[in-house]
């Protein structure tokens, strides 16, 4: 277990630098993944929140630690059973990195590791490698080579800035300005546009903003187009815009926006199969067929493009191939809606006793069975009979 690491304070007992506190959660996250890495063990970040800041008794925020555990503090803190050992210190990233490891193994109750890293700003991931070679060399592991993500160290710092503010997010911490969430990750891409995780961290956190109401839409998509032009070829952003349109039912938009997306990759399978849902949601299903059967050139087992081209190939009437892809589409799992879809097809063909099988599994799915199930089964009866 990680925990975040403390940060120095002046001598009035304020943090010496705001940013700092974001430092010592995101070098901890950091050292946690790469612990993590290719090795025997699970190192997992630990996340310090309270609730009752301030003025404002139900607000949610960071805490941040200005003081080391003594050896029984570490030993006390509540964790999992299964925690063999908990990493704790000191950091602090300004125009250098000092970071102050230590590791206690708590069944021992033992500091192994008591350690300083001290290099200049510039020399980030020379630090972070050896902090975590010293952890590993603790624990009696060899630790795999790996490759950073970037070789900017400032737009690493932008990066780490960015994951803290996801990481509020996710654990539904107060943030000051939602609208400005996207800030660092933009930073980072501005600074070195090839930084692939930072883009997809980016748009992770604008569908989240977009599909999830956990923030203002209008900032997701205005950081979508930000990250256009920063980098035009990024097809991913694209894409989110139009997951998000898609969300707003405005299908027409997000067919040009996937268009635009595999102008640059043609072979891209996800806006292929997103393209055809865009298509079908258009009521142009026999434009969508051939999207979908690109996209499962490419990944033949995606449960989305076998259900879009199901679909397709129903609404056009060719239920017997419809009947065919749905089946295929079950064989990577059941689900309600998949059945259901099947139910339609044969119940056209006139293959009653099939298709209420299928109806019936799809109910036992969604959790309708007993009486209202019966009364269900015996209303889709009525239905198709009246069809006839």
């Known amino acids: 277990m990680v925990f975040p690491f403390t940060v120095p304070i002046l001598s009035d007992g304020a943090t010496r630098d705001g940013a700092q506190g974001v430092y010592a959660r995101s070098l901890a996250r950091t050292l946690a993944e790469r612990l993590s890495s290719g090795t025997s063990v699970t190192a997992t970040a630990a996340s310090l929140t309270a609730d009752g800041l301030g003025d404002e008794p139900q607000a949610h925020g960071w805490v941040v630690m200005t003081q ?53 700003r510039a020399e980030l991931f020379d630090a972070l490698e050896d902090a975590a070679s010293a952890i590993a060399q603790a624990l009696g592991l060899g630790l795999p080579a790996t490759h950073w993500p970037t070789l900017d160290v400032e737009a690493y710092a932008a990066y780490l800035r960015g994951r803290d503010v996801s990481a509020a997010h996710e654990l539904g911490v107060r943030v000051a300005d ?24 980016l748009l992770s956190l604008a ?25 035009p070829a990024a097809v991913k952003a694209q894409a989110a815009l139009a997951e998000i349109d898609l969300a707003n039912g405005d299908a027409a938009s997000a067919a040009e926006r996937l268009r635009e997306a595999l ?13 055809g ?3 079908l949601r258009l009521g142009r299903p026999g434009e969508a067929i051939p999207s979908f059967e690109k996209a499962l050139a490419k990944s033949s087992q995606d449960v989305d493009a076998l259900t879009g081209l199901a679909t397709a ?5 060719n239920l017997d191939e419809a009947v065919r892809v749905f089946r295929r589409a079950l064989d ?30 799809a109910r036992r799915l969604l959790g309708r069975g007993g009486v209202f199930g019966y009364l269900h089964a015996a209303w889709e009866r009525l239905r198709s009979v009246r069809r006839e």
Do not use: M
Request: aromatic fraction near 6%; hydrophobic fraction near 40%; glycine fraction near 6%.
């Open 178 to 201: 939602p609208a400005r969430s996207f800030d660092a990750y933009l930073e980072a891409a501005t600074r070195d546009p090839s930084f692939v995780d930072a883009q997809d961290r």
């Open 207 to 231: 569908l989240d903003f977009g599909l999830g109401a956990i923030g203002p839409p209008a900032a997701a998509r205005d950081a979508c187009e930000k990250l256009l032009r920063i980098d």
């Open 263 to 275: 102008l640059i990759r043609p072979d891209w399978w996800p806006a292929l199969e997103r393209l």
């Open 313 to 317: 190939l129903a609404e056009t009437g």
């Open 277 to 279: 849902t865009a298509l």
């Open 332 to 361: 990577t799992g059941e689900c309600a809606h998949l059945h259901e879809g099947i139910a339609r097809a044969l119940r056209r063909l006139g293959r009653r006793s099939e298709a209420r099988r299928h109806a019936a599994a």
């Open 68 to 120: 080391p555990w003594t050896l029984e503090e570490a030993c006390a803190v509540a964790v999992p059973d299964t925690t063999e050992y908990l990493l704790h210190g000191a950091s602090e990233l300004t125009d250098r990195i000092r970071l102050r490891l230590i590791l206690v193994d708590r069944r021992r109750r033992h500091a192994d590791l008591d350690q300083v890293i001290l290099r200049p």
